[in-house]
C-alpha cells in the first residue's frame, strides 16, 4: 500500500502523484470515500482489474468547506495553508464575496491574502476604499498584472513551502495568473484522464507544483459563495476586527447585531468599515437562518 497526493479530481476518476512524481489515474474503493484535490491517500493495486484504487484518505491537516443549499458543509480542497482571494478592476468585484472566502479561510486555520490582478486597469475609488479597509483589518493586499507580468515576483514570494489555491469571481484572471506560475499549466491531461467511453475529461479543480517552490491548485469562478456555517468561528465568523474587538462587550455572547454596549458596534465607522460590518451582519443572518433550518429539519427526522 503506498501514499499518494490527489491532484486532480473528475467524477468518479482521480489523478494521483506519488513521491517520486509519478502520476497515474485511480477510482475510490468505495463510493462513501469523500475525497479532493489536494488530499493524501493510500493506493492498492487491484491486480484482477489492472486497477488502482485509493482504499483509504490520510487524516486532514486543514481543508476548506462551503455550505450546500441544505446548510451542509461541503468540502473544497484539503491540505492547503494559503487562500488566495482574486479580484479584479473588471468585473466589478464584490467585496461580499471576498470576506466570506477570507472568513472561511480564517476558520479553517488558513492564512489569506487578496490579489488584485489587471493592475494596469484604472482602479475606482470604492475598490481602492475597500483595498484599504482589508490592509487595515490585517490582510494583504497585492497588486498585480498578469498580461503585463507586472509585480508576479510579489505573488511568487507567498507560495514557498505553502499550497496555495486561487479563489474568486469568473472572470477575474485566476487561469491568466497560473499561467504565469506554472507554465506548465497550459499542457493538456492527456490520456490519463478518460471517461468510462474512453472520451478525455475536463477538471474542475486541480493542484499543480510551482516551478519556484510550493503548490497552487485551480479553482473555478463562482459567482457567489457561502462558508460551510458549521466551521465558522461562533462568536465573530472569522471576522479579524470582530475578534479583536469582541473582549470589549459588556456581553460575553454578544452578536454584535443589536446588543446594549458592544464593543464592535461602538467602532464601526472608526476601526470597522460600516461596509465590513453589513458584510458580517449578512453572514450572521445566513448562519442563524441556516442553522434553524439545520436544527428542524434534525427534529423532523427524529419525530
Known sequence: MSVARVTVIHRRLLQVRADDGSEAVARPARRELSIVCGDFVRCELDTRHGELNVVAVEPR???????????????????????????????EPDFFVVDRYLCAARCGGLAAAVVLNKSELPVDAETERQLADLSAAGYRCLRVSAQQQTALDQLSAVLPRQTAMLVGQSGVGKSSLLRQLVPA???????????DEGRHTTTATRLYQ???????ID???????????DRLERSDLGFLEIEALAPQCRFADCRHMREPECAVRAA???????????????????YERLSAERTAAGERRRR
Not at 510551482?210 to 497552487?216: L, Y
Not at 464601526?268 to 445566513?286: D, I, M, N, Q
Open 61 to 91: 491537516t486543514s481543508a476548506l468547506y462551503r455550505s450546500n443549499a441544505r446548510g451542509g458543509s461541503e468540502l473544497i480542497a484539503a491540505n492547503l495553508s494559503l487562500l488566495l482571494v482574486v479580484i479584479a478592476p473588471v468585473p
Open 185 to 195: 499549466s497550459d499542457a493538456p491531461i492527456g490520456e490519463l484522464l478518460r471517461d
Open 210 to 216: 510551482v516551478p519556484g517552490g510550493g503548490e497552487i
Open 219 to 229: 479553482s473555478p469562478g463562482v459567482r457567489d459563495f457561502a462558508p460551510a456555517i
Open 268 to 286: 464601526v465607522g472608526t476601526t470597522f468599515s460600516a461596509r465590513r460590518y453589513e458584510s458580517y451582519r449578512r453572514l450572521r443572518r445566513l
